[in-house]
Nanobody, 121 residues
Framework: QVQLVESGGGLVQPGGSLTLSCASS????????MGWYRQAPGKQRELVAD???????SYTDSVKGRFTISRDNAKNTVYLQMNSLKPEDTAVYYC???????????????WGKGTLVTVSS
């Protein structure tokens, strides 16, 4: 069974930094795109950043220049380095990955359970 587990969330002051990690585990044949989404209280879940297997990246406008997504294909892990954090970055951050399990002939989107990031003084 495939699982995604996020870590690295917490409380940080405005202007501070955090790095989120998301490790994929289980019977995995291949991983395609990986990404980070976030959902703030009372708002819809939004895509923050994503990355292809070849490390091509894209970002939502509000985080460009502040956040960096990266991946380690050998570890099946995706990271989100967040700098210059603002109170409006406060949200639950979710990892998403399109994974083909070993006993399945197609890729499916998997989600982690989320990790809370709170930016406050």
């Amino acid at each position: 069974q495939v699982q995604l587990v996020e870590s690295g969330g917490g409380l940080v002051q405005p202007g501070g930094s955090l790095t989120l990690s998301c490790a994929s585990s289980g019977s995995i044949f291949s991983i395609n795109a990986m990404g980070w989404y976030r959902q703030a209280p009372g708002k819809q879940r939004e895509l923050v950043a994503d990355i292809t297997p070849g490390s091509m990246t894209s970002y939502t406008d509000s985080v460009k220049g502040r956040f960096t997504i990266s991946r380690d294909n050998a570890k099946n892990t995706v990271y989100l380095q967040m700098n210059s954090l603002k109170p409006e970055d406060t949200a639950v951050y979710y990892c998403n990955a399109y994974i083909q399990p070993r006993d399945v002939f197609y890729a499916t989107g998997y989600w982690g359970k989320g990790t809370l990031v709170t930016v406050s003084s």
